[in-house]
């Protein structure tokens, strides 16, 4: 397979050089409707909703970083951490699980198939051109598992760039190291960029274990991680686009002892591979688009005894791949409408001795999406079926209304339904999976008053607060059994959850020095208002969602020169639903960030420091996982950029 994949990536290569050589002017440009080319259907109907896209000062300033650095400087999203450096992160909203949030690569599910999650902590900022995050995102658009928003993750081609060349490097506490290397370069015709870097830590820290009332250093922790991301874009006659993508990638992470442990000998090694070709054809006023993808995840889980023992006690592998087909169709054939209709054939497998046997999951669907403007009114409509041979979840709809009273206000409205199908593990691990269980299935709806001022020399301000609720039925848990206290997924309750997001930014302008502050808070109440086991928590707050999330951000930049203070404040947890042991505690944490720009030689320079957790106070953000504490972090990146003007 290793081969399969290395034949891919010398074709990409040679495709490339090839077009190029051939690339002179025999392929007209035709002057196409922007907007489709460069946006997917999730990202072009969505003026409903509340999209976070993050700015390129955001990605600048967390280029060295995992994408979970990025996702936790914004109050929209509550991150669940397992450690330090390199250990799994997870991320979800609205008071829902981290396999209710769905992250997409330039369109394609990333979440795994056999437990719906996405490790946050192996998914690199720089590999990517675009980010951002829709904490309302229809099943109508996005399909399974959607009730906590969605990420996406997205490259696009510059057909204005020649050739850049950008090498990063930071170096940071409990010896950590990360370097990159960023390469792009083509012409009007054909764009190819490629990302490759290798991250190492072992993430020796002391900590104080409260369990057994001393001090202790992490033991067994230490990190690698190395992967390679490249895309080829290809602009050919007659209005056809052609894209490919290919992602592949290993983590080897020690699994560190937990409070009240002394050691670990346990190990997770992890490796993705990720290929996709997309071909669109744009007619007049309209396109064709097919996309094939394969999908693949494999980790290898063991543990031993003692670290001198040659046998494992556990040795867990478990193989899942994704194969999917999708057809689209669009059209805008009038200016103020626009719609599409698609089907997509999705094979999900996995393999792993915990199974049995190889399970398959075939999901077809169908769906289709209009977008209707008028005046200064926005409607968005989109409908879904989905079809499985275990499953018949209930038709998809999404209505959404967008209102611009002037230049500086506008209003937004959208109402959805969305479901998540069991994953593999849900049903599958025995003894405990259950083949039995319901898709989850609910009601979000979600309402946002925007303002942005007027330009000014002087200063701007801009804030957005939305409301929203979300109903989740046949929610799906890991509960014990009474007979044997086995753990066993079921679907337990009914949720219920409602809250507000409010952002305000404001940015003050003098001469070469310009200061810009946010402020923002997420409130959320999440509770159970039906147990099916006619257990009562009337009143009690889910487990692992606190009420009150607040990120204060206070910047400084004079000419080249950047500071920046961050305070983010997260209120106090349970990690039970019924709230009965201690909570978990409050957490306010400073971080403090400077860096500079300078160019030399035709060469653009980016020095940055920053220290994290600078009280260098104790804390956990998942019971049993202590976090480290203050750690400093040295980067520089080097760029060439030859540009067209």
């Not at 390679?228 to 686009?241: A, C, E, H, M, T």
């Amino acid at each position: 397979m290793k081969t399969f994949f290395n034949f891919i990536a010398i074709l990409l290569f040679s495709w490339m050089q090839l077009l190029a050589q051939m690339a002179p002017k025999e392929m007209p440009i035709h002057d196409l409707e922007q907007v489709w080319i460069t946006k997917s259907r999730t990202a072009y109907f969505t003026e409903d909703r509340k999209v976070i896209a993050f700015d390129s000062s955001s990605l600048v300033l967390h280029q060295n970083s995992s994408i979970d650095m990025l996702l936790a400087s914004h109050a929209s999203l509550n991150l669940k951490q397992y450690g330090s450096g390199g250990s799994l992160v997870t991320f979800s909203s609205r008071g829902t699980a981290s396999n209710h949030t769905q992250v997409n690569w330039n369109g394609l599910p990333l979440n795994s198939i056999t437990t719906g999650d996405i490790d946050a902590s192996s998914i690199m900022v720089d590999m990517f051109d675009h980010l951002a995050y829709t904490p309302n995102s229809p099943g109508a658009l996005y399909g399974s598992g959607s009730f906590g928003g969605a990420v996406e993750l997205i490259n696009k081609p510059d057909w204005s760039n020649s050739f850049l060349l950008k090498y990063s490097h930071e170096s940071a506490s409990f010896s950590s190291f990360k370097n990159a290397l960023k390469v792009k370069m083509g012409n009007e015709f054909v764009q190819y960029q490629i990302y490759a870097f290798k991250n190492s830590a072992l993430n020796n820290f002391t900590y104080f274990d409260a369990v057994d009332d001393v001090q202790r250093e992490v033991k067994n922790n230490a990190c690698i991680m190395y992967g390679v991301i490249q895309n080829l874009n290809f602009r050919l006659p007659k209005s056809i686009f052609l894209d490919a993508g290919l992602w592949l990638q290993e983590k080897n992470k020690q699994i560190p002892n937990q409070l009240g442990q002394f050691s670990s000998n346990k190990n997770q090694h992890d490796s993705l591979s990720k290929v996709f070709v997309k071909i669109t054809k744009w007619f007049q006023h309209s396109s064709i688009t097919l996309n094939n993808a394969r999908l693949s995840d494999n980790m290898l889980y063991t543990d031993k005894l003692s670290p001198f023992d040659e046998n494992y006690s556990i040795f867990s592998n478990i193989a899942s791949h994704s194969y999917i087909s999708d057809f689209v169709y669009k059209n805008y054939a009038r200016k103020n409408l626009a719609f599409d209709a698609g089907a997509s054939v999705v094979l999900k497998s996995a393999n792993a001795a915990a199974y049995g046997t190889i399970k398959e999951e075939f999901v077809y669907s169908v769906y289709s999406s209009l977008k209707y403007t008028k005046n200064n009114n926005v409607i968005n409509i989109g409908l879904r079926k989905d079809f499985t041979a275990a499953y018949q979840p209930n038709p998809q709809i999404s209505m959404g209304w967008k209102r611009v009273y002037n230049k500086m206000i506008d209003s937004r409205l959208n109402i959805s339904s969305k479901y998540r199908i069991p994953t593999f593990n849900e049903k599958y691990w025995l003894p405990y999976g259950n083949p039995n269980l319901f898709p989850e299935k609910g009601l979000g709806i979600d309402a946002g008053l925007f303002y942005i001022s007027e330009s000014s020399s002087l200063h701007t301000f801009s804030s957005s607060c939305n409301l929203y609720g979300q109903l989740v039925d046949n929610y799906i848990q890991w509960v014990p059994e009474s007979s044997s206290g086995l753990y066993k997924p079921r679907n337990v309750k009914k949720i219920f959850s409602r809250g507000i997001e409010y952002d305000a930014k404001a940015v003050f302008f003098w001469n070469e020095l310009t200061s810009s502050h946010i402020f923002q808070y997420n409130y959320c109440r999440a509770s159970i208002i039906e147990h099916y086991d006619g257990v009562s928590y009337a009143s009690k707050q889910l487990s692992y969602v606190p009420q009150h999330i607040v990120m204060i951000k206070n910047r400084v930049d004079y000419k080249s020169i950047y500071v920046l203070w961050e305070v983010s404040y997260k209120g106090t947890y349970f990690d039970t639903d019924d709230n009965s042991i201690n909570p978990i505690p409050s957490l306010l944490l400073n971080n403090a960030y400077a860096g500079a720009k300078f160019k030399c030689c035709g060469l653009q320079s980016h020095i940055d420091f920053k220290v994290l957790n600078i009280e260098n106070k104790s804390y956990y953000s998942m019971k049993s996982y202590p976090m480290p504490g203050r750690s400093y972090h040295l980067g520089i990146s080097i760029l060439f950029n030859n540009k067209k003007n």
